[in-house]
């Protein structure tokens, strides 16, 4: 397994900006697929977006489509989200997620952060 920590979470308006980080240690980073979660009190957890181990196969959710993008930079053992065009229902804690043959389902994922807050006010 690795270890995944999360940063760049924040308190931001309507309209606004975050750059999510996850740094990953433990182990080889490219040989995992890294998706990003998102949990709003109440709600499941859900997938927000997730990257191949060699930057393809990326997948986003509907609602974020357009509005964030997902990244990885091998040599820095990194993942990032970039959101833009934040709205209030983006509201949620956000985690990273590492598996290596994971796709959709939160269930193929074997490594998880801590968690990140993203509080967006409107």
Do not use: H
Not at 28 to 44: D, H
Not at 59 to 66: A, F, I, L, P, T
């Amino acid at each position: 397994q690795v270890q995944l920590v999360e940063s760049g979470g924040g308190l931001v308006q309507a309209g606004g900006s975050l750059r999510l980080s996850c740094a990953v240690s433990g182990r080889t980073f490219s040989n995992y697929v890294m998706g990003w979660f998102r949990q709003a009190p109440g709600k499941e957890r859900e997938l927000v977006a997730r990257i191949g181990w060699n930057g393809g196969l990326t997948y986003y959710e509907d609602s974020v489509k357009g509005r964030c993008t997902i990244s990885r930079d091998n040599a820095k053992n990194t993942v990032y989200l970039q959101m833009n065009s934040l709205k209030p229902e983006d509201t949620a804690v956000y985690y990273c997620a590492a598996g290596v043959l994971a796709g959709r389902s939160s269930r193929e994922y074997s490594s998880w952060g801590q968690g990140t807050q993203v509080t967006v006010s409107s």
